[in-house]
Each structure stands twice: as C-alpha cells, then as structure tokens.
C-alpha cells in the first residue's frame, strides 16, 4: 500500500521560501514519475513539476523559474524548493506519483495519469 505524505507547508510572507516534502512510503517500484501540484483557492488543480526516475523533470513555465523538484531516492522523498514566494502562490500543494516512470511536461496537465495522491499541504503567502 502506498502512501504519499506530505509536509512542509505553512505562512511565509511575500520573497520567502518553503521547501516542500513528500514521503512515499510503501513504494517499492523501481521506476517513478512524481509530482506537484496545487489548488489555489477557487481555482483548478495545476501541475508546478514532475520528476521521474532517471532524474528528469518538467515544470510548468510559469513557475520554473522560483520552484525547483528534487528527489532523495535513499529516503524515498521529493521534495519542492520555491523561492520568491508571491500571494498567488497560496495554494493547497499536492504531490503525486505513479509507477509508470513515463513522466514529463504532458503529465502535468494530466492528474487523471496518477495513481497516487497525498492528503495536500497549505501554503498561505501574504
């Protein structure tokens, strides 16, 4: 049984930075395409980044600039860097996975593709 975890949302003011982590547990897969996500309020569910097993990633245009997907494969975590953080930023920040290590930009307008969702970290940028 997999289960995504995630943590480390919270307030930051507008120029700040969190680092986001999402703790796969149970995975036992060789291959992966993980990824980010959010939901601002009111709004759809967007993608931010997808990295997959080989290290790969993809990032929505916007946002490549301020966010940065990484991966500690020993631990079983991704994690997502986001600096310059704006009040648009605020937003519920999902990761996901799926053990199909196809992974890429197409991905992230794709939820649909993913089997596996965590339970969602707040960030409130003010």
């Known amino acids: 049984h997999v289960q995504l975890v995630e943590s480390g949302g919270g307030s930051v003011q507008a120029g700040g930075s969190l680092r986001l982590s999402c703790a796969a547990r149970?995975?036992?897969?060789?291959?992966?395409?993980m990824g980010w996500f959010r939901r601002p309020p009111g709004k759809e569910r967007e993608g931010i980044a997808v990295?997959?097993?080989?290290?790969?990633?993809a990032y929505a245009e916007s946002l490549k600039d301020r966010f940065t997907i990484s991966v500690d494969n020993a631990k079983n975590t991704v994690y997502l860097q986001m600096n310059s953080l704006k009040p648009e930023d605020t937003a519920m920040y999902y990761c996901?996975?799926?053990?199909?290590?196809?992974?890429?930009?197409?991905?992230?307008?794709?939820?649909?593709?993913?089997?596996?969702w965590g339970q969602g970290t707040q960030v409130t940028v003010s």
């Open positions: 990295i997959d097993s080989d290290g790969d990633t």
């Open positions: 149970g995975y036992t897969y060789d291959t992966y395409c």
């Open positions: 996901a996975g799926r053990t199909d290590g196809n992974c890429g930009v197409w991905y992230l307008t794709t939820t649909s593709a993913f089997q596996y």
